[in-house]
């Protein structure tokens, strides 16, 4: 017998709009260890029979046992092969989309179209069967608890129109934690909720695809042999479990499986983005969906991107992306008369893809999913597009997280931000209101770079030329913080490397803004009020874009906070100065464990340093002394960029104790050329 040979696709119409061809399997009737038989039907998914479609993982070990299919065999991975012997009817055919099966794996041009179909075929499923593998002891008890909670939340879920939460705001389960009845439920199955935990340690919830796939199925079942609970239930419990674990990073898929539950609410099928629009189906902003899901994994690197085009704004309105530079971010008559126009030419944009298809009106090539591209030009056109489209700013430079030295073993541009491999740190400049770049904390100042241009590839793809200014050399850096769990956070031992004077002792000088020394550095450590805002949790951050007086709330008590903790380390034999008084009493609002815990969140896996002028910062793990601080115009922080012959080498994104760097201050004085000449730096 030979592989299946694969009946090719319809072609895409030259004019015309070309329906969504795909195939459905049939998957013929058995039992037990009978062989797996099929056949394949092409369709057109927007008008095809009633069918079911499979989330799963791939894993890796082939199976023992083909696929037979029309006189010809498919390969297909163990844990497929043990998931369609537990879907297989034993009496009648069963109508399925399965990805192995129905797209071609070993036709690259497929494989790219069929990416772009992949939200359709979920979206118009009967169902959606998320296959979450064998059998556990306890598992039935593990269905049971969550259809229990599910109930609960069902009672006792606040409606967004009771005025609880602003449509508008990002939405969270804080309030369910606090219900008596799960924390009841919850002490009284304590074995039952290790075991859930355990069940979320589950590949599946570790998959890129399979967000996508959640997202768009109006149905989702969750399935484990013959047991079967509604995938919302289970979803349901996912904050508890979160709450219960210690995490110091912001993209943990925790995080995002309870922000994708409580997406799928009654109430909130649409969330506000960056445009102004309300774009159907789509979670977010691009940018926002590559930093929440980066945890997650990919059997192939470049699907770490293409998984998300059909659920991100840019993804479903593509030409939005290619003109919100010039949006502003008010609800001016002016603002309001940009977005109508942004919505012609989308409908536009529209109707020309439908008649011209393949042509793809609007649609920039980094947001095309093209498999002919490299893992690193994917990466890279798709950074460059970012930065273009996001108003010229930044954010996307602080997803750039090195695990080692990029000057001496990488075939990525230093500046990409390398999307298959997990969160080292928790991102500084992509979530606060840090503005170091923007003109009077404003986006009028754009990012000025060089040789990246909107309708035409770049001349130097690989090398970032972009303006920005000098801030100092850094002359002295601590070990890496690595906060283990029930570790003590090792500040003073930190201290140690950039000071002769210990901790306890308050400084004979105080920091270059007044403030004494120690403070300065407790500061640094928690990137200002950042640490105070992420200890209470990532939804913190987000309020503060719909509740800004916030931000002085978290500033006032990362500093009280600071302080406390400062006070509990001097020693005792200090006199009753204005100094110490001050501290005192800046004291008394804070909680020293507050700092301790919104400390570790920022520092771990990062280095505090001091520069030749005496500035303090939190940085990359890999900087060293040599490196520079650096402000590129757009960006929300300062960067540590290297010298290294004639170019920079990117390090990462930094904080720095200073309100006139931090909040944008100094760019006003250096784009008007009274102070700090600009410079243009040449990143590889």
């Not at 062989?35 to 791939?58: F, G, R």
């Not at 273009?388 to 700013?393: A, E, F, I, K, L």
Request: hydrophobic share 40%.
């Amino acid at each position: 017998m030979s592989h299946y040979c694969y009946q090719p696709l319809p072609p895409i119409a030259k004019w015309g709009m070309t329906p969504p061809f795909t195939r459905l399997m049939l998957l013929a009737p058995g039992n037990g260890l009978d062989p797996l038989v099929c056949s394949l039907t092409i369709v057109d998914i927007q008008n095809a029979p009633q069918y079911e479609a499979l989330s799963y993982v791939w894993g890796h070990d082939l199976a023992s046992q083909p696929v037979w299919c029309e006189g010809g065999f498919i390969p297909i991975k163990s844990n497929l092969d043990v998931a369609l012997r537990n879907l297989r009817l034993p009496g009648q055919s069963r109508r399925l989309w399965v990805d192995a099966l129905c797209i071609d794996q070993g036709n690259t041009s497929e494989r790219t179209r069929q990416v772009g179909y992949m939200r359709l075929v979920y979206k118009h499923a009967a169902r959606t069967i998320v296959w979450l593998g064998l059998k556990s002891p306890g598992i039935e008890e593990v269905f049971q608890l969550a259809e229990l909670v599910a109930d609960l939340k069902s009672v006792h879920q606040p409606s967004p129109s009771a005025g609880s939460l602003p449509a508008d705001e990002p939405a969270t389960d804080e309030s369910m934690l606090e219900l008596p009845l799960i924390t009841e439920v919850f002490n009284a199955h304590l074995e039952t909720v290790t075991r859930l935990m355990d069940f979320f340690e589950r590949q599946y919830f570790m998959r890129i695809w399979c967000v996508q796939e959640i997202v768009v199925s109006s149905w989702c079942t969750a399935k484990c042999e013959d047991l079967e609970v509604n995938f919302m239930s289970l979803l349901s419990t996912i904050i508890h479990v979160y709450m219960r674990r210690s995490s110091f990073l912001t993209g943990q898929p925790f995080q995002c499986w309870n922000f994708l539950y409580m997406l799928k609410q009654p109430g909130r099928s649409n969330v506000p983005n960056l445009y102004g629009h309300e774009i159907e189906g789509s979670v977010g902003p691009l940018r926002f969906l590559l930093a929440s899901t980066r945890d997650f994994q990919a059997t192939d690197a470049r699907d770490k991107v293409f998984s998300l085009l059909g659920i991100s704004d840019e993804g479903l309105m593509p030409v939005l992306g290619q003109t919100t530079v010039f949006l502003a971010d008010s609800d001016s008559l002016m603002a309001r008369l940009w977005r109508q126009v942004q919505r012609r030419v989308a409908n536009r944009a529209e109707r020309l893809n439908e008649t011209r298809p393949g042509k793809d009106f609007g649609r920039n090539r980094a947001l095309k999913a093209d498999y002919s591209k490299s893992t690193v030009e994917v990466y890279r056109d798709l950074t460059r597009f970012l930065m273009r489209s996001s108003r010229g700013m930044l954010g996307v430079l602080s997803h750039v997280q090195h695990i080692e030295d990029p000057s001496t073993s990488d075939t990525f541009p230093s500046w990409v931000p390398k999307w298959h491999q997990p969160w080292s740190a928790s991102i500084i400049g992509d979530v606060g209101f840090y503005v170091a770049g923007m003109c009077n904390g404003h986006s009028r100042s754009f990012a000025t770079i060089h040789d990246n241009h909107l309708s035409r590839p770049s001349v130097r793809p690989d090398i970032l030329s972009i303006g920005g200014y000098y801030v100092d050399q850094v002359i002295s850096v601590s070990p890496v913080f690595e906060c283990a769990i029930g570790e003590e956070l090792p500040i003073q031992a930190a201290w140690s490397h950039l000071f002769d004077a210990p901790f306890s002792q308050l400084a004979p000088h105080p920091y270059r803004t007044g403030e004494i020394l120690q403070m300065a550095f407790c500061q640094s450590l928690q990137a200002g009020w950042l640490g105070s805002a992420l200890n209470r949790g990532p939804e913190s951050v987000l309020r503060v874009a719909f509740t800004p007086n916030l931000k002085d709330r978290f500033t006032q008590q990362a500093h009280a906070d600071a302080a406390a903790y400062v006070l509990l380390c001097l020693s005792d034999c200090h006199p009753l100065t204005s100094v110490l008084e001050s501290l005192q009493h800046a004291a008394a609002r804070g909680s020293s464990v507050h700092y301790t815990q919104g400390a570790r969140i920022i520092c771990h896996s990062r280095r505090v340093y001091m520069t030749q002028k005496g500035f303090l910062g939190i940085g990359p793990k890999i900087m060293k002394n040599g490196d520079e601080v650096c402000v590129l115009f757009g960006g929300r922080v300062p960067y540590i960029l290297r010298p290294v012959q004639d170019h920079h080498v990117f390090i990462g994104e930094t904080y720095v104790h200073d309100e006139d760097v931090m909040l944008g201050k100094l760019i006003t004085a250096v784009q008007s050329h009274k102070q700090l000449p600009t410079v243009t730096y040449e990143i590889k």
